[in-house]
């Protein structure tokens, strides 16, 4: 692809921000990679300033730089073409979409897809071999269904939405268009719902659905259980990651990730832009209000406000938590401080 | 269902507690729901007084509510049919029982299912499509087997017992009767044994075996290890979430719940009635004594009291915990403390 | 097997340490277990001295010893033939090889499986029912792939490398030569790749791959995720327990081991012979040196150098952390003696 044209493409899609563009060759370029990887003739990015060492260094043709003249200059003294943009992350994401198309098989149904025949099937869809669809489901237009995977009876898929390879979908779970459904997840599975009683376990059925609502992702073998009655919902575009586990009756608002491991137990309730990171836990009912954060394997047990940064188990604001684990690695010291003014006061009366 | 019918159904079942019903108009009730979403029609229940604004406030026409004299005048009042129990979980529970079935496929063995000569299959059984079956494999009677399921040889399943989508049961395991393997659990795979020498890890073979009880049920995607030699067992009724790692060597005993992404390393022995709450992890030969809890995240590195309840990580007894988390909190300002007093001190002298 | 041809077949196969072999009958084994498990007939072994009393009760006929005299009498008194080495568990792990060979299926093509004639299979190979194999994979020499595994297009996979049943690896994944993936992993999958913006989430296609190296064992339901650009690397013979996480981008060293439920963020880099214990998060970018170590739950969140013990989250060296947690558990007593210090200072004054 040829440099005006790449400024061509991606300043039409990313209108809100300018893209103050240097002069340059017009190079043809074919292929992006890490600006520590990019060869001759590749595209790369940096995020800030503080990566300008490897601008000295790389052997890209072209460069997404942050706005930043110091950059600027150090890119066309070394002959590399390059854009500017207040979001190089952003630029360069949309780049990577104009050189690289994930596979995606053509519309088709293959011959060892078992379907059940009382089944809705829309236009231009892939199902591939080994699928399973039980009775009384409904495929949207469009959609992609690896293979190995085996869909329940009475499920709802929407328009484009992509399963991946050997994932689950259970009875009666509705997912909206454009999610995708990352291999081996689970959506829709019977919730962990046991009554104790003198003679054990009694279990309560799992009567109720999952819904997932358009442009959801579902990492690869995470699971989101269905609740004895009601839904368990997630909401318009949150992004779930891999071996996530999603209890019974929870409800996930828009927009949320929540990363790599990450458990809600039953009945919690995440409001909307919410960022869980990695092995995060939170117990059952706890709400999460909008914005919140949750850093790296913070516990929560009670709600958390909407905008407010937790950290640790049981969570309390990051700021307070930072401090304490300041304070936590002088604890041997501090020890020996109490004890020596124990003695120097014993010593005075 | 007609109100009368209920009440019959549910003291038949439930017989060691006392139900006592009110007077009310036989109605049909045609459906069940959580007390804040169930319609006109539908039966609901409230667990305690806590919830008593609830009642004000349902479209429900029927509810099971605890044994309180304050709620079942609330709900006459408001003309809904109602009876109490002391233990109103578990009858809600029962009730979902009658209004909802879980999906259960007729007899059969599909066509596409690929099922060694050499297997003896029960009575009334379930094989859907593209499930595989090896050599030297026993069903009992009434299994249900769902699509993409994998069992490798010499696998004992018990009667009644179901395993969900993409489960894979690996040799020589033997699950009891009535257990139920959830989609894409992992059930007797090779334990993680690796011996370091001065070349690198040598590879100890895991000959043992995976042995389930009866009526026990293994979430969505967790997987239980066999050892080298010996077993790994989880004794009757025990339940476990999704994403639970049981490793190679462990004995679960009878009745325990593991909530979700709980993990037990080699060798652990875990008494009876134990509960671990999510993401919990117990250390190798850590023996966890009957009726002992873990809450969520906590760390187990050595031996738990039977009965005991354990916090934190390295765990200790919750009572304690609770006093520390408290006093953690305020560890910056007891820091403040120590230095002022270190200077009053310092001034005196 | 004779004790003798034991004997024989040991000292071939761990030449560098020397079996110091006592006069025995030269009986027939029949079998391997634990030593509180082994009948009349079994081997069995021991790791230390600690362990002295099984040898006392065992109904083993063979034992492996530590190099220790008074254990090697107290088996010869109890007339248990037995063999002493100062490595008895890498022994052991050689005998259950002798007794015990893994389920491994002849080489052969089950007519249910999919193949895409686009592609390379090698010598005596195993492929499963029901699996699926897509354009541009190229199979090696003596692989072994059990049913239900799916191959996207354009993987290469090395020789004698097993697939177990319902894996999934992803498009132009590169895995090595002798590896073993467990069932239900997901390789190279689509990296958790979201850029925010004013509008939401922009999703970042993963162009990158993921590569395995020679050795690798990935554990059940454990996921690799590629990269938006470049590669996720796990290097040669390192093994991963089951539902570890890896992210995009990272770097595994050599003959490292990952405990059950690790997970790894986006673009960590980790050197050689790596321990990392159960549950163990890291952050993203963070590096980890050669031979260092992290504890179980370890929270992992900067730097970590070469040859470190760290545990606690966030992680801290382990010999502070030890300080700390024992100062930990008498927190509430500190707490009174500086309230106590305080009144005392006070009514000094």
């Given at each position: 692809m040829k440099f005006s044209e790449l400024l061509k493409k991606l300043s039409a899609s990313i209108t809100q921000h300018s893209l103050n563009t240097a002069e340059s060759t017009d190079l043809e370029l074919w292929g992006i990679d890490a600006i520590d990887r990019a060869e001759a003739g590749m595209l790369s990015y940096i995020e800030g300033p503080k990566f300008a060492a490897y601008v000295e260094k790389t052997a890209a043709s072209a460069l997404i730089l942050p706005v930043d003249e110091t950059l600027q200059t150090q890119a066309t003294q070394r002959g590399i073409a390059w854009l500017s943009t207040p979001q190089p992350r952003l630029v360069f994401a949309e780049a990577i979409g104009l050189f690289y198309?994930?596979?995606?098989?053509?519309?088709?149904?293959?011959?060892?897809?078992?379907?059940?025949?009382?089944?809705?099937?829309?236009?231009?869809?892939?199902?591939?071999?080994?699928?399973?669809?039980?009775?009384?489901?409904?495929?949207?237009?469009?959609?992609?269904?690896?293979?190995?995977?085996?869909?329940?009876?009475?499920?709802?898929?929407?328009?484009?939405?992509?399963?991946?390879?050997?994932?689950?979908?259970?009875?009666?779970?509705?997912?909206?268009?454009?999610?995708?459904?990352?291999?081996?997840?689970?959506?829709?599975?019977?919730?962990?719902?046991?009554?104790?009683?003198?003679?054990?376990?009694?279990?309560?059925?799992?009567?109720?659905?999952t819904v997932l609502e358009d442009g959801v992702e579902v990492g690869c073998n995470?699971?989101?259980?269905?609740?004895?009655?009601?839904?368990?919902?997630?909401?318009?575009?949150?992004?779930?990651?891999?071996?996530?586990?999603?209890?019974?009756?929870?409800?996930?608002?828009?927009?949320?990730?929540?990363?790599?491991?990450?458990?809600?137990?039953?009945?919690?309730?995440?409001?909307?832009?919410?960022?869980?990171?990695?092995?995060?836990?939170?117990?059952?009912?706890?709400?999460?209000?909008?914005?919140?954060?949750?850093?790296?394997?913070?516990?929560?047990?009670?709600?958390?406000?909407?905008?407010?940064?937790?950290?640790?188990?049981?969570?309390?604001?990051?700021?307070l938590y930072l401090k304490i684990s300041a304070i936590r690695k002088r604890l041997p010291e501090i020890y020996k401080t109490i004890k020596e003014l124990q003695r120097q006061l014993n010593d005075h009366q």
């Open positions: 198309q994930p596979f995606r098989p053509a519309p088709s149904i293959h011959p060892s897809a078992i379907i059940d025949p009382n089944t809705t099937i829309g236009d231009q869809v892939y199902i591939g071999p080994h699928v399973v669809i039980q009775a009384g489901v409904t495929i949207g237009d469009g959609v992609c269904i690896h293979p190995n995977v085996t869909i329940y009876p009475d499920v709802q898929i929407g328009s484009r939405t992509i399963l991946h390879a050997s994932c689950t979908i259970h009875e009666r779970s509705q997912i909206g268009a454009d999610c995708v459904i990352h291999s081996g997840a689970v959506i829709g599975a019977e919730g962990f719902g046991f009554v104790p009683t003198a003679e054990g376990w009694f279990k309560m059925q799992q009567s109720g659905v995470s699971t989101i259980d269905r609740p004895a009655v009601g839904e368990t919902r997630i909401q318009k575009n949150t992004k779930l990651d891999n071996l996530v586990h999603i209890g019974h009756g929870c409800r996930v608002g828009e927009n949320c990730a929540l990363a790599a491991q990450v458990g809600l137990a039953g009945g919690v309730v995440v409001g909307n832009q919410v960022i869980l990171a990695g092995q995060v836990g939170v117990a059952n009912q706890a709400k999460i209000g909008d914005k919140a954060i949750a850093t790296a394997q913070a516990g929560i047990h009670s709600n958390v406000k909407a905008g407010e940064i937790v950290s640790d188990s049981p969570a309390i604001p990051n700021k």
